[in-house]
């Protein structure tokens, strides 16, 4: 049975192929979806005719960067359905399952320390509509200025880099404070510079712009949250506490998802699960993934 087939069926849910209904009798927003946020600019245009010949004519963006086509009458859903599975795009990121991946603009950012959009896509060709006990929220954020509210998923991913300092190549000249948005760097009356740690959110932009090499990196990597929400319930993710390769993402996530399949309950969403079996079940398991890295 092909997509649309499957979409056709009146055993399935519509829903769990992106055809949400509307509130107005008749009428589905077919939600279209864009892996990393991107499209291609044919395929744009391809969504805007469908939404000019089979909707009002305008498109909606969605929170986790995906398109929605408004008001396509139930007996035009297939058609629309058939020409973006032509042109490569696909319906979903809803049910419970894991949705549609968000990631920010990292890649080409120049505050981005990892390439997001390409993370996106190898996470989402894993685990994408992976079933779940309920849905499931991945949001990846290429540094600390957070674009995607990274704690605010189910799993959050950040990037960071770690800044080493050395006294002996520092001539005072202050680039580096003027650089530092969180004011963990200060100079003293003599010029002496004063790193304030615990203010320090591991952003790079230091190392970046330090012109004599006083500010050199010590590690970089990716950090992870685990457990937020912001739907109905605002709760930030955990921190799982260390610093890990970005090359060790897809077997973190795959910990916690195996987790997640084994404890929760039907319809229980991932922080509510943390909360009845204990929030150290989840972070030990992960942490006992890294080591094995």
Same mark, same amino acid.
């Given at each position: 049975m092909s997509a649309v087939d499957d979409r056709n069926d009146s055993h399935s849910t519509p829903q769990r192929f992106g055809l949400l209904r509307q509130k107005e009798k008749g009428y589905y927003s077919v939600r279209v979806k864009a892996v990393a946020g991107n499209c291609t600019a044919p395929q744009l245009a391809l969504i805007g005719e469908l939404a000019t010949r089979y909707g009002r004519g305008y498109i909606s963006l969605t929170t986790r960067l995906n398109l929605e086509i408004p008001w396509v009458k139930i007996a035009d859903v297939p058609v629309v359905c058939a020409a973006l599975d032509e042109a490569g795009l696909s319906t979903g990121s809803t049910g419970r399952n894991v949705r549609a991946i968000v990631c920010c603009k990292g890649t080409v950012c120049p505050h981005g320390l990892y390439d997001t959009q390409e993370t996106c896509r190898e996470l989402d060709r894993i685990y994408y509509g992976k079933p779940l006990p309920a849905k499931f929220k991945i949001g990846i954020a290429g540094c600390p200025n957070n674009c995607t509210k990274a704690q605010f998923n189910d799993i959050g991913i950040m990037g960071q880099r770690v800044p080493q300092f050395e006294a002996s190549n520092c001539t005072g000249c202050g680039a580096c404070v003027v650089a530092c948005k969180a004011r963990a760097l200060l100079l003293d009356e003599d010029g002496t510079l004063l790193f304030r740690q615990s203010l320090c959110l591991n952003c790079g932009t230091c190392i970046d712009r330090c012109p004599h090499n006083a500010v050199r990196l010590l590690a970089e990597g990716v950090t992870l949250f685990i457990? &937020?929400?912001?739907?109905?319930? *605002? !709760?930030?993710?955990? $921190?799982? &506490? !260390?610093?890990? $390769? /970005? +090359?060790?993402?897809?077997? =973190? #996530?795959?910990?916690? =998802? *195996? #987790?997640? /399949?084994?404890?929760?309950? $039907?319809?229980?969403?991932? @922080? +509510? !699960? !943390?909360?009845?079996? &204990? $929030? %150290? /079940? #989840?972070? +030990?398991?992960? @942490?006992?993934?890294?080591? %094995?890295?």
């Open positions: 457990g &937020g929400t912001a739907g109905r319930r *605002v !709760m930030a993710g955990l $921190p799982l &506490g !260390m610093r890990i $390769p /970005l +090359s060790a993402c897809p077997a =973190l #996530v795959e910990a916690v =998802l *195996v #987790v997640f /399949l084994q404890y929760g309950e $039907p319809g229980e969403r991932f @922080r +509510s !699960m !943390m909360e009845r079996v &204990g $929030p %150290e /079940l #989840v972070l +030990s398991t992960i @942490r006992d993934v890294v080591q %094995e890295l």
